[in-house]
């Protein structure tokens, strides 16, 4: 990576790790050599690669992890990506905001679920030993990767009104409404 003094510009090719709103001014001062990482962002012109997973500045296993392509993105790029494990596919602009939306749902929103629903076993005294519940959240994602819908489980699944009644009755207001408006979704 070449670190450049502020007010210079980088020579050769570049990939813009931008806000999407940054997308345009950025692109446009590196016209036909430049492709962006926004998952749901389009501009006409310059190609996209989005790598589907959240990156914490630490090397991964990404064997398997999707790797969106909008647009003419040079090869030499996708080949470092696949280098890397991703497994790239054409994504076409009209469907990137739904893949972005489907992207944040998996996880951005699962994690608010996890760290909210921890934070609410917190509020009210109750300290998981141990790891908490990840296991639990790890359980489900690999029962979900094994069987599909079939890995869902719970009292929606096994339509326990009686216990969805209680279960939401214990929780907050704002809670109580994302529970049943999730949970009846599936």
């Known amino acids: ?34 492709t962006h990482l926004s ?5 006409e012109g310059v190609p ?14 990404w064997r398997g992890t999707p790797l969106a392509l909008t647009g003419a993105v040079p090869e ?3 080949s470092a990506f696949q280098d890397l494990g991703f497994e790239p596919f054409q994504l076409e602009p009209r469907h990137k905001a739904l893949y972005h939306a489907a992207a944040v749902l998996t ?10 629903a921890a934070g609410l076993l917190r509020a009210s005294g109750v300290e998981l030993p141990g790891r908490g519940l990840m296991p639990l959240v790890e359980a489900t994602r690999r029962n979900i990767e094994r ?9 929606f699944v096994r339509g326990d009104e009686a216990t ?7 929780l907050p207001e704002g809670w ?10 599936g």
Not at 3 to 9: I, R, V, Y
Not at 147 to 155: F, I, K, N, S, V
Request: with cysteine; proline share 8%.
């Open 39 to 43: 998952g749901s962002f389009h501009i």
């Open 76 to 78: 030499f790029l996708v």
């Open 48 to 61: 996209c690669a989005h790598p589907l997973t959240s990156f914490d500045g630490e090397p991964a296993d």
């Open 107 to 116: 996880s951005a929103h699962s994690a608010s679920l996890w760290l909210g």
């Open 176 to 185: 109580r409404e994302i529970f049943l408006k999730l949970g009846h979704l």
């Open 1 to 34: 990576m070449e670190l450049l003094p502020s007010g210079t510009s980088p020579t050769g090719f570049v990939l813009l790790a931008v806000s999407d709103s940054a997308i345009p001014d950025q692109a446009a001062r590196f016209p036909g050599r430049c």
């Open 147 to 155: 069987l599909g819908d079939a890995g869902r489980t719970g009292p």
């Open 164 to 170: 969805i009644a209680r279960d939401a009755e214990a």
